[in-house]
């Protein structure tokens, strides 16, 4: 009998996870001998350097992304959430399916590429009110709801309000916030013509930087040199100050100024990946404390990488920067390390010195620092774009954001408005009897209520043997509240016995309406209590 294959599970699938299992599919090849499986929310790889091109319209969304199927074709893709790291077990919980069943991982190696989340908790009104900009749906969103402002103040009335849909605001001053607030610029003053009731004038662009200075990731000159270009574009450039609060209308400074807005933007409220909190290993601000090597200390095959890893450079003594720069080199050491750890063979170090820094500013122009030499206008703009190109994944892409730069410099901005528009929050659904509305064993994400017909709760015993039917349940009734109460999977299937019509509510919007509404929670809860677990 063939001996089973060593199992390499890789968590998240961006420029960490995706480049490991790329290198490990080149050792490797499409031999049994090791099984790669990668986990990752989405099917595709992001191309996040790029996103602010998105969000101005100047690439279509589809050209920074590749179809990890595609770009990983022997790695065993997974698209789900990991809901759960055992690192005693060597297990990952994955959530599959329409039903969220978990599923189980074993792993010989472990590969932590999960990289940060957006936590805007820090800012009362940040998360409830700004567009973050970390994956496509975000600049995507930004570049129609740009467009969307547009279009209301060429016709609105109120001076007041006009004003406001006019306003664009980008917290955070590094490089993503300086490329995006570029970026709108750029393209709101190509399609202005096409809106004869808005001057040049009416339109307020503002980015704000907690910083004494924008861009702290290059020399003093060179971010000078942006916030000279960005303010004789009209772009207001505040420093040194923090937002105090966001509203649905405006954003608060510390000075006491409300700047009304529809569209703020938040490049900042990067937090470590939450799944890292459970994990017994040690963390410095969040991020998993990883050896040179890569490797975990104390866990023998667990590996860490890229943002979500804190791994300290023996040049500098410095935690190397989160950056697509250094994710892309770890993940060729981190493969390298677990093909050597596979073979008993010795490991090797990563040591990385940036090449540079590059930052688009809008309008054909850009400031670089690349290996001591600094570049600022056209050349850097340039060298940005040539730069950027050689580092996508896959000819193909290549290929196709040249055409769309190419395309870029002849004709106008499309102002094209695509509306997406978000599955209803509440919806519907009708079932006809025998058929499940929840099923027991899987994680509950939604609460229901009975608008028409009935339901039967019904509980199976362990081996599916026996079913013992718990309640019947009409118009008006509800279910489905313990488990996104008690953040346990479900403990009862609920099927139609009637033709029956639900109201179902998503856990998001539950969970926001019960911390507000403490009364209908406290109720159901008491409701779940006197029930028993359904
Ligand atoms: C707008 C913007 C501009 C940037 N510009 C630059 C630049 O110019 N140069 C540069 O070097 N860097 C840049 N960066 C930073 C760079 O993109 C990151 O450093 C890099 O993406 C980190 O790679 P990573 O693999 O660690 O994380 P990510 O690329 O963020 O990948 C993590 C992946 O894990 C997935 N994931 C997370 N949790 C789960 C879960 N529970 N289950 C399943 N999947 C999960 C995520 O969906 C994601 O696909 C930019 C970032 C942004 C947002």
Redesign the pocket.
């Known amino acids: 009998m063939a001996p089973s294959p060593t199992r390499v599970v890789i ?7 995706c480049f490991t299992a790329r290198r490990l599919e080149r050792i490797f090849g499409g031999g049994g001998a090791v099984e790669v499986s990668l ?4 099917n595709y ?2 191309f ?2 790029l ?2 091109e998105v969000a101005s319209g100047a690439i279509i969304p589809h050209q920074i992304v590749n179809p990890i199927r595609r770009m990983l074709p022997r790695t065993r893709f997974f698209q ?4 759960g790291i055992d690192l005693e077990k060597r297990e990952v919980a ?1 959530l599959v399916g329409e039903g969220r069943q978990h599923h189980r991982l074993p792993f010989d190696h472990l590969v932590l ?5 957006v936590n805007m908790s820090g800012m009362p009104g940040m998360s409830q009110h700004s567009l973050p ?3 496509l749906g975000d600049a995507f969103y930004l570049r129609n709801h740009v467009v969307g402002c547009l279009e209301n103040a060429d016709i609105e009335p109120d001076p007041e309000l006009k004003r406001a849909l006019l306003t664009f605001v980008v917290v955070g001053g590094g ?2 916030g300086v ?2 607030i570029g970026e709108l610029q750029e393209t709101i003053e190509a399609v202005l013509p096409s809106y004869p009731n808005i001057r040049r004038g009416d339109v307020k662009l503002l980015v704000i930087q907690s910083g004494p200075r924008i861009l702290p990731e290059v020399v003093p000159g060179l971010a000078d040199y942006a916030r000279k270009v960005l303010e004789a574009r009209g772009v207001e450039v505040i420093t040194g100050t923090r937002c105090q609060a966001a509203t649905a209308d405006a954003v608060l400074l510390p000075d006491g100024r409300r700047v009304p807005t529809r569209t703020l933007v938040s ?1 900042v409220g990067n937090a470590p ?1 939450p ?1 890292l909190s459970r994990l017994p290993v040690k963390r410095e601000k969040g991020r998993v404390v990883a050896e040179e090597t890569l490797s975990v200390p104390g866990w023998a095959g667990v590996w860490a ?4 890893a804190h791994v300290v450079s023996a040049d500098s003594g410095q935690p190397y920067a ?6 892309i080199r770890q993940a060729t050491v981190c493969a390298d390390n677990i093909a050597a750890a596979i073979r008993g063979r010795p490991l090797r170090p990563f040591r990385f010195r940036a090449l540079g ?3 688009s500013i809008g309008r054909r122009s850009a400031v670089a620092q690349i290996m001591g030499m600094r570049f600022s206008g056209f050349v850097a703009w340039f060298l940005w774009r040539t730069i950027y190109l050689s580092k996508l994944p896959g000819w193909e892409r290549r290929l196709r954001v040249a055409l769309d730069w190419t395309l870029d410099l002849f004709f106008k901005r499309d102002l094209s408005q695509l509306k997406v528009f978000q599955s209803e929050r509440v919806d519907e659904a009708h079932y006809e009897p025998g058929e499940s509305i929840v099923k027991q064993g899987e994680i509950g994400d939604r609460f229901y209520i009975i608008a028409r017909g009935a339901v039967e709760v019904v509980r199976e015993d362990e081996g599916g043997l026996t079913c013992t039917r718990l309640a019947r349940l009409g118009p008006g009734e509800h279910f489905g509240e313990v488990a996104l109460l008690q953040n346990v999977p479900r403990t009862a299937t609920v099927r139609a016995v009637e033709p029956t019509d639900v109201v179902c509510i998503g856990r998001g919007d539950f969970d926001a309406v019960a911390r507000s509404f403490s009364l209908l929670k406290a109720g159901l809860q008491q409701e779940a209590i006197r029930r028993g677990p359904s």
Request: aromatic share 6%.
């Open positions: 968590v998240g699938g961006g420029f960490g996870g986990v990752n929310r989405d790889f992001v996040q350097p996103l602010p789900s959430e990991v809901d994955v590429a999960m990289g940060t989340v900009m970390k994956n490089f993503s490329e995006t490049t990946h799944l990488l890229g943002d979500c989160p950056t697509a720069q250094n994710a820094s590059l930052a």
